[in-house]
C-alpha cells in the first residue's frame, strides 16, 4: 500500500511538472510584454514570412534549411539571455512539435525554465494556436 500511495504521488507531482512546462498563447503574450520571459518563435525564416512572428518574440531557427538542428541554436539562445540559463524561455513553434523537442535539448543543455507554447502559431491538436486566437504578430523584417 505504501509503494503505490509512493507511485501515485510520483506520478501526480510528474504530470503537475509536466503541466506547468506548458503555457497558453495568450499567457505567453501577457508574459513577453511584461518582461518576465524571453519568447523564441524557433520556426523557419520562410515561415515567419508567410505568417509573421508573435509580438513580443524573437526568432530563433531550431533548424537549418536541411531540417537539421542548428548547430548554433544552443549558443543563439544562450546569447538571448546573456548566458543565465535559469531564465524563463517561452518556445513556439507550428504546431508545438519542434518546441516539445526543443525544450527537452535545451533542458539537456543546462537550461532551467523552457516552457512550451504547445499551440503553437498554426494550431493542432492542442489548440487553435497563436493565428486561431486571433493574437498579434509583426512582420519578419530579416526574411
Known sequence: MVRFLFMLLFLTASAASAESLKLAPEEALERAQQGEIAFVDIRLPFEWAETGLP????????????LQPRQGFI???????????????????????????AQKLLAANGFT????VTEGMVGGPNGPGWIGRGLPTVPCEAC
Do not use: Y
Open 55 to 66: 509580438e513580443a518574440a524573437e526568432g530563433i531557427s531550431l533548424q537549418d534549411e536541411t
Open 113 to 116: 525554465a523552457v516552457l512550451d
Open 75 to 101: 549558443d543563439d539562445l544562450i546569447a538571448l539571455v546573456d548566458g543565465d540559463r535559469s531564465l524563463p524561455i517561452a518556445l513556439i513553434c507550428a504546431r508545438g512539435n519542434r518546441s516539445a523537442f
